[in-house]
């Protein structure tokens, strides 16, 4: 395959930024798109050239490191996967494909394709977390019955692996359904419950504070979410915010 | 207070007063298709809007309503802009989501120039004009439709209500938690089927005078 690449190039958070374009030959239609990305990188350094910086880590799926805003999609055209997961058979001889960094005030670019994701986890910091005592005496995990609709749901919800997609791809910037399937996976379960109302009053008042935009319902998130995460968990999160907004005592 | 000022905060303002002013909307309809029945018995409900206690005042909650809406609004669209300084060079946003949910500002700022188009002409004629020289409420609603440009202009307003609607008035209950996989996609179907129940209903009023 023959491909015509315009990359957003970036030397340094400070810099302008620009599109640069390059053409790739001898693309495998069974490769990955980082695969194809590691070919130019190659011709790039074999030129003397800066190679483009971009995010990966397992390839395989699960950890949510590769960020790319591909032909105006998160993670490309295709569904329910990350760019790592995206193979070349998806485009055409002779394509045009724009490659981006995620955009988001909350997501400053770092180099080229690679963000600073660090908001996600000053939000997790904030309350995505069950305070339990580890003195050694470990409680039975199978001591506290929980109904299997709630394991079910707490388990989808825990499937987000915190890639950034939803903000990517919301008209918004919204973080709205990252921070509410953290809220869920917690909140649905017997040991979540006890820190539940300080746990989403936290969270939610963080990610305003690092500047994600607000939810509009447009669901853009959910489709373009490479692990399925359903918007039934931000409306989880607006009634776990409402009423601990409601009852919490400080 | 920091409620009000939080993203779900505004949410759920957007959402309560976005659904009250849904309940207007209704009695609205309600009351204006009546001059499809008879003239004598829309000049009485229009008389008894005007003049009712409850009604009178539920105006200024009306006017409460709209201005907390669309302040509201105003200010998440400025705060959602702000969230994304650099845009994408190439975006698809149609591959995820629909017309009406992104388009809510656009249809939203020109359903308010409709409205204040709308208030001109009838609220103030009725308040405190002389009905712009028209007999009775009725004999005013039918006169301005003579108009082929007024009325193209009420018809494509009732669409970009309808659009505003079909977005709107779903996404209020998601906005304040309501989502159930019993409920939720009826409530989809019934946003769409209410948009253009809306839209329709008022369009064939401004249509019906015109044509007759």
Redesign the interface.
């Known amino acids: 395959m023959k491909l015509t690449l315009?990359i957003?190039r970036q030397a340094d958070p400070q810099a302008k930024g620009e599109?640069v374009t390059y053409p790739v030959n001898d693309i495998s239609p069974d490769m990955s798109f980082l695969e194809m990305m590691d070919v130019l990188n190659e011709e790039l350094v074999n030129k003397g050239e800066e190679p483009v910086a971009f995010d990966h880590d397992c390839r395989e799926g699960i950890c949510g490191m590769c960020s790319m805003?591909i032909?105006?999609?998160a993670h490309g055209?295709d569904r329910g996967i990350t760019t790592c997961q995206l193979h070349m058979r998806k485009f055409k001889d002779g394509d045009t494909i724009?490659i981006?960094p995620w955009?988001?005030?909350?997501f400053p670019v770092i180099k080229d394709l690679v963000v600073d994701r660090n908001s996600f986890d000053r939000i997790m910091e904030a309350g995505g977390f069950v305070s339990v005592n580890t003195s050694g005496n470990t409680q039975d995990a199978n001591a506290i019955p929980i109904p299997k609709e709630d394991a079910d749901e707490a388990f989808d919800a825990a499937t987000c692996i915190g890639c950034g997609a939803c903000v990517a791809?919301c008209?918004?910037?919204?973080a709205?359904l990252f921070v509410s399937a953290k809220v869920s996976q917690l909140a649905l379960l017997p040991q979540g419950k006890v820190e539940a109302k300080r746990r989403v009053l936290n969270m939610?008042?963080q990610?305003?504070k690092e500047?994600?935009?607000?939810?509009?319902?447009?669901?853009?998130c959910e489709?373009?979410c490479p692990k399925g995460i359903s918007?039934?968990n931000?409306?989880?999160?607006?009634?776990?915010?409402?009423s601990a907004?409601l009852t919490a005592k400080d | 207070m920091s409620f009000f000022t939080s993203s779900i905060g505004r949410k759920v303002v957007m959402s309560i007063t976005g659904l009250f002013l849904i309940s207007f909307l209704i009695v609205h309809l309600a009351v204006n298709l009546l001059t499809l029945v008879s003239k004598d018995l829309f000049n009485e409900a229009s008389h008894f809007m005007g003049t009712n206690p409850f009604i009178q005042t539920m105006q200024y909650v009306l006017a409460l309503g709209f201005i907390l809406h669309i302040s509201q609004g105003l200010i998440l669209t400025m705060k959602n802009r702000q969230a994304r300084p650099q845009k994408y060079a190439m975006n698809k946003p149609e591959t995820n989501s629909g017309i009406s949910s992104r388009s809510m500002l656009l249809t939203g700022v020109l359903v308010l120039l409709f409205i204040f188009i709308h208030l001109r002409d009838y609220l103030w004629e009725m308040k405190f004009g002389n009905l712009g020289g028209y007999e009775t409420d009725y004999d005013l609603v039918v006169g301005l439709f003579d108009d082929p440009i007024y009325t193209a202009v009420y018809v494509l307003s009732f669409i970009l209500l309808a659009f505003h609607l079909n977005h709107g008035f779903q996404s209020a209950f998601q906005s304040i938690g309501v989502n159930h996989p019993k409920y939720t996609s009826f409530l989809k179907t019934l946003s769409t089927v209410f948009c253009i129940f809306v839209g329709v209903g008022f369009s064939a009023i401004s249509l019906y005078f015109f044509f007759n």
């Open positions: 315009k957003w599109t805003y032909n105006g999609e055209p724009y981006e955009r988001a005030k909350a791809s008209k918004n910037s919204s709205m939610v008042e990610m305003d500047g994600f935009g607000n939810c509009t319902n447009t669901g853009a489709v373009e918007l039934s931000i409306a989880r999160m607006n009634r776990e915010y409402l907004s």
